[in-house]
């Protein structure tokens, strides 16, 4: 629908009718005159200026007047209404990058693969989900750092996800770091829910700060931590000359996983196979829902360069158009 933004604009319609009607001409024949022996050279040409100006200039500058209330009127096209959701969550993912996640203990499709392509996969329909919420992500390894500060633009989180690589961090784990760094982003945020979700496969080797004391840290700000353990119990590891069973998943602190759960009022969740991390996703969305409430925005485009365009086209024409017999003469004549 067509909205005026400044309605009353449509009072000054009859202004030129107003001058016209009460104010009183101005008296060029007394300012200047013109002494000639007769008025026969003039008569066709007063005849027919009159009758060109009667004809077309005062219908033309009444649609540019109209055009001009118009534009002044700001005319604006009102698009349907959008539901926006509405959520004032700050969720992290912190990631674990070190050399461990490419142990191929994962299933994907039938096909066997490293835990951090079955992480991308998974997290990545998670982040879809989370619409209303702000994201970020987190990528750690020998130290951490923010690959995504907080943003409601879910694809370019999900992309960035998708374009981690083991290793980019180093090949150690900083788990307490991480979760400092992630205390550090989500204080900054300010939103008044704010949960990490950090996966995992190892134990804490690397960094500055213990993983329970950054825990203290995340509970003392009403940072909620779920903590994810990814790694299978068993793998099948061919040798020389036999095969043999082996645990990829002994270096796992689970302890200290489910303490930093404890302390900061989350959950921990062990991941042995593709089905239990998308099983842990769905609990993840069941134990955080998403926001229910909506706000509605209507997008709007402004229209009033459209009038203000004519209006301009119309005066160059009343400028122009009463110069062009007297060109075209001069041309004859010439």
Known sequence: MIHFVWPWAFILLPLPWLIYKFCP??????????????????????????????????PLALCCWLLLVGATARPQWLGDPIELPVSGRDLLLAVDLSGSMQTKDFYLDGESVDRLTVLKAVAGQFIQQRVGDRLGL???????????????????????????????????????????????????????????????DGAN?????????????????GLKIYTIGLGATTMKVEGFFFSQMVNPSAGLD??????????????????????????????????????????????????????????LFYSLLLLLLPQLPQRIARRKNG
Do not use: C, M
Request: glycine share 8%.
């Open 254 to 311: 689970e302890k200290t996983l489910t303490e930093i759960a404890q302390k900061t009022g989350g959950r921990y969740f062990r991941a042995r196979d593709t089905d239990q991390l998308a099983g842990i996703y769905a609990e993840l969305d069941r134990l955080e829902p998403v926001e229910r409430d909506h706000d509605v925005y209507r997008p709007i485009a402004e229209l009033y360069p459209w009038p203000l365009g004519l209006a």
């Open 205 to 221: 080797t690397a960094g500055h700060l213990s993983p329970l004391k950054a825990a203290d840290l995340a509970a003392a700000e």
């Open 25 to 58: 001409p101005a008296l060029a024949a007394e300012e200047a005159a013109l002494w000639v022996p007769s008025l026969s050279p003039f008569a066709a040409v007063q005849h027919q200026h009159g009758r060109r100006k009667g004809r077309w200039q005062l």
């Open 138 to 200: 987190i990528l750690f390894g020998d130290q951490p750092y923010v690959q995504t500060p907080l943003t409601f633009d879910r694809r370019t989180v999900e992309q960035l996800l998708a374009e981690s690589a083991i290793g980019l961090a180093g090949e150690k784990t900083a788990i307490g770091d991480a979760i400092g760094l992630a205390v550090k982003r989500l204080k900054r945020g300010g939103g008044e829910e704010q949960v990490l979700i950090l996966l995992t």
